[in-house]
């Protein structure tokens, strides 16, 4: 068994945690069990003294709360569960739990419900999801408005040496682009061109020309506007 503080030496370090990030040490101890000390696991024993006796005194008790509240997260997020047929608080890691497995799963297994792939548009989904659970957050963003910027030259059918801004431009001109909507207000299709094309200018080119740091929120946020913008798209071509 890999001992919490094996994992965590240090006891501000420990306290310091949010019961999220504490959840993750403790799953990360809970999947080096032995097969017969999993046979022991229960929320009773977990959360005794010898669990976390190896910090000194004066911190144990703060310890051994914060580790149970980090049970209880586990315990909500399905990641351990109780174990069928048996009396009182036995639990056994579920599967989402071993696929999890350790902080560094845990860490992606929480990007990911940042960016639910069900609501994406598929393509989107399918080509910079994985990249966003790795914490490649500029390749995401770039994969989706790349996506983007394909799906309206193939919609629009123009030229392969059209992209970025001069292809939104182009395809969602307010008068004649192929994908604009002649019934709506010449307003709303001069808006529409100014955020289709403003997307492509702000978050794919500055992406395919240099590094960009990013936190996790702010590519959510990107990758969501390309993924509205392709059902736009397809809703335009299919009309």
């Not at 032995?34 to 004066?58: I, K, M």
């Not at 049970?71 to 047929?85: F, T």
């Not at 008068?175 to 001069?190: F, H, K, Q």
């Not at 990013?214 to 990107?222: F, K, N, Q, S, T």
Request: charged share 25%.
């Amino acid at each position: 068994m890999k001992r919490i503080y094996s994992i965590v030496p240090d006891a501000d370090a420990l306290l310091a945690l949010d019961p999220e990030e504490l959840a993750g040490v403790v799953l990360e101890s809970l999947n080096s069990l032995s097969n017969d000390e999993r046979g022991q696991l229960n929320r009773y024993n977990f959360g005794l003294g010898s669990t976390y006796s190896e910090y000194p005194q004066q911190f144990q008790e703060q310890i051994g709360r914060a580790l149970m509240e980090a049970w209880a997260w586990l315990e909500r997020e399905g990641m351990i569960a109780a174990r069928p047929g048996e009396q009182g608080e036995w639990v056994f890691v579920t599967r989402r739990g071993k696929q999890v497995k350790t902080r560094d799963g845990l860490k992606a297994y929480q990007s990911s419900m940042l960016l639910p792939k069900e609501q994406l548009h598929p393509v989107i989904a399918q080509k910079c999801w994985s990249s966003f659970l790795r914490g490649e957050y500029d390749t995401a963003v770039f994969q989706a408005y790349k996506e983007l910027e394909v799906a309206i030259r193939e919609a629009a059918r123009l030229k392969p040496e059209e992209y970025g801004v001069e292809l939104a431009r182009k395809a969602f001109h307010s008068e004649r682009g192929a994908l604009t909507d002649p019934n709506a207000p010449v307003a709303e299709r001069e808006a529409l061109s100014n955020l289709v094309a403003g997307a492509l200018g702000a978050y794919k080119n500055p992406h395919s020309h240099r590094n960009v740091q990013l936190e996790p929120d702010e590519a959510v946020d990107m990758i969501n506007l390309a993924s509205h913008l392709m059902k736009l798209v397809g809703a335009r071509k299919a009309g």
